[in-house]
Every structure is written in C-alpha cells, then in structure tokens.
T-cell receptor, first 115, second 114 residues
C-alpha cells in the first residue's frame, strides 16, 4: 500500500528566509506526486505536481519541488518566504494502478512565518 | 466561475441524528471524492465516485453513505453509526478517475456533534 510521511509537523521560518518541507513516499512503481496548501478553515489548493520528465518541478507562488527516486522523496522548497505563506502544506501520492484516482496524503506540515 | 461549492460551512448536529453535507461542482468533472480531515492526520478518503450512479468505499467509509444521481452532485450523509463524526469534511473532484488528474477541492464543511 502506498503511504506518505511528512516528518515535520511544524516549521517556523523568518520572513525572507528559505523554506524546505520534506516528503517521503512509499510506493512500488512510479508515483504521481502532489503538493497542496491549505489556509486555515479553507480547502486545498494545488501548488505543483509531478508525473514524469524533469525531476525539478515549478509551481505557483514561487514554490518548487524535486523528485528523487533514489530517496523516495519529493521535497518542497521556496527561496524566500512571505508572510502569506503561513499555512498547512500537504504532500500526496497517487498511482496509475489505483482505481479512481485515489490520493494518499501525508499528515501535513504547518508553517509559521515570523516577521 | 467554475468550482466546487460545499454547504453549509458550519454544521451542528445532536448525537443520534443523521446529517447530509452538500457538494456541487460545475467543472463537468466525472470523478468526485469525500475526505475527512482531523488535526495531525491529513486527509482520509471516505468515498469516491468515478462516474454517475457509481461509487466506492474509501479507507474510512463506516458510518457514512453517499449517492451520485447527478454528475454535478455528490452528497455525503453522516449517519448516527459514525462514532466520532466531529471533523472537517472536504469534497473534491477531478476530470476523470485516472491517477494523473489533479483533484480540485471545495472550501469544506466543519461538522460538530453536540
């Protein structure tokens, strides 16, 4: 069964500093990988996705993620954080073999931004 | 504007009562999903539907029921059999039930059992 681990429950970063959120997945074949962001009390918004090709993926709001098959990782990065980036971030994995486009989500990482 | 709407935003229920959460989409998507979100546990799949008049159980379907009579609608009923229903419920849709399709999410409904 596929699974996703986000090791960091909370991260605090200063505004203007860089941010990296970790995501490790477990799946036997090539996964489809997603990063979503959720503001408090809201739904999820897709930041970026990886299906195939270039392992460095660019997303919205200045985020990027790198797929590393050897490490089963898909870490999310942003070079310079803005106060509006304070939110919860979820990594998710999907599979072409999973009927119904089922996604498995990690537990999330809450990002706090200090002024 | 195209999107997913969920209503109500907040819902309060007494123990022993069934309650139905609404989810509507105007994206012309074939597939729809219901997730439950609890603090620190991410999202867990309750039910999903790949096409009208068809749906499958997800990982935590016990105590829930759904219907998919129309393409744009996928209501979720939380029954009295659900032992701990207080949670944030998210509805999502995707173009099809294939693994490479992005899921679009609604704003969510927060259910509180009193």
């Amino acid at each position: 069964a596929q699974s996703v681990t986000q090791p960091d429950i909370h991260i605090t970063v200063s505004e203007g500093a860089s941010l990296e959120l970790r995501c490790n997945y477990s799946y036997g074949a090539t996964p489809y990988l997603f990063w979503y962001v959720q503001s408090p009390g809201q739904g999820l918004q897709l930041l970026l996705k990886y299906f195939s090709g270039d392992t460095l993926v660019q997303g919205i709001k200045g985020f990027e993620a790198e797929f590393k098959r050897s490490q089963s990782s898909f870490n999310l990065r942003k070079p310079s954080v803005h106060w509006s980036d304070a939110a919860e971030y979820f990594c998710a994995v999907g599979s072409i073999k999973a009927a119904g486009n089922k996604l498995t989500f990690g537990g999330g990482t809450r990002v706090l931004v200090k002024p | 504007d195209g999107g997913i709407t969920q209503s109500p935003k907040y819902l309060f229920r007494k123990e022993g009562q069934n309650v139905t959460l609404s989810c509507e989409q105007n994206l012309n998507h074939d597939a729809m999903y219901w997730y439950r979100q609890d603090p620190g546990q991410g999202l867990r799949l309750i039910y999903y539907s790949q096409i009208v008049n068809d749906f499958q159980k997800g990982d935590i379907a016990e105590g829930y029921s759904v219907s998919r009579e129309k393409k744009e609608s996928f209501p979720l009923t939380v029954t009295s059999a659900q032992k701990n229903p207080t949670a944030f419920y998210l509805c999502a849709s995707s173009i099809s039930g294939l693994g490479d399709n992005e899921q679009f999410f609604g704003p969510g409904t927060r259910l509180t059992v009193l």
